[in-house]
T-cell receptor
Framework: AQRVTQPEKLLSVFKGAPVELKCNYS??????LFWYVQYSRQRLQLLLR??SRESIKGFTADLNKGETSFHLKKPFAQEEDSAMYYC?????????????FGRGTQLTVWP | NAGVTQTPKFQVLKTGQSMTLQCAQD?????MSWYRQDPGMGLRLIHY???????DQGEVPNGYNVSRSTTEDFPLRLLSAAPSQTSVYFC?????????????????FGEGSWLTVV
């Protein structure tokens, strides 16, 4: 069965500190992993997807198939990074866009 | 470049009333879906559609109906609103994975509809 786990409901760091948002998953096929960000009362925006291997707003995420993890990292957090972050999973070539979400991590970056 | 458009943005209903949340996309996406977002629960799939005339249930379909008469529109109907349906609703759309012009499995979300049932 597919499952996405974000173990931290809340995460607080100070500006300039490194930040890591954890995401673990279980999926029987070949997954595609995403990170979505939601700023206060706004729509979800795609932050990263593992197949593109991009760095957006200083964030990176590496898919570790051995540990079934897709942790989101940023070396120096900024106040504007404060938001809700969702890890999500879909199947390649099977569920055609159906996303399974984790419960989200609320990141607060203090000045 | 409208993307995914949801209406209304805010709505207050009385228990037992019915209403329809509208969702439209102008990207010719085959796949459309509705999620509800609740604190501590993340986003949960209500219903989805892989093309016009085809719909299926997600994780939490009870109390909701959908239809997909056109590629562009995917309305969500609450038949008899209950306080447990107080939530934020998001519509989403994407290409099917086999579309050669697809930019991967990127899914686009609407701005959300805040629904309160009293």
């Amino acid at each position: 069965a597919q499952r996405v786990t974000q173990p931290e409901k809340l995460l607080s760091v100070f500006k300039g500190a490194p930040v890591e948002l954890k995401c673990n998953y279980s999926y029987s096929g070949s997954p595609e992993l995403f990170w979505y960000v939601q700023y206060s009362r706004q729509r979800l925006q795609l932050l990263l997807r593992h197949i593109s291997r991009e760095s957006i707003k200083g964030f990176t995420a590496d898919l570790n198939k051995g540990e079934t993890s897709f942790h989101l990292k940023k070396p120096f957090a900024q106040e504007e990074d404060s938001a809700m972050y969702y890890c999500a999973l879909t199947g390649r070539g099977s569920t055609l866009g159906r996303l399974y979400f984790g419960r989200g991590t609320q990141l607060t970056v203090w000045p | 470049n409208a993307g995914v458009t949801q209406t209304p943005k805010f709505q207050v209903l009385k228990t037992g009333q019915s209403m329809t949340l509208q969702c439209a996309q102008d990207m010719n996406h085959e796949y459309m879906s509705w999620y509800r977002q609740d604190p501590g629960m993340g986003l949960r799939l209500i219903h989805y559609s892989v093309g016009a005339g085809i719909t299926d249930q997600g994780e939490v379909p009870n109390g909701y109906n959908v239809s997909r008469s056109t590629t562009e529109d995917f309305p969500l109907r609450l038949l008899s609103a209950a306080p447990s349906q107080t939530s934020v609703y998001f519509c989403a759309s994407s290409y099917s994975h086999d579309n050669p012009s697809s930019s991967g499995n990127t899914i686009y979300f609407g701005e959300g509809s805040w629904l309160t049932v009293v």
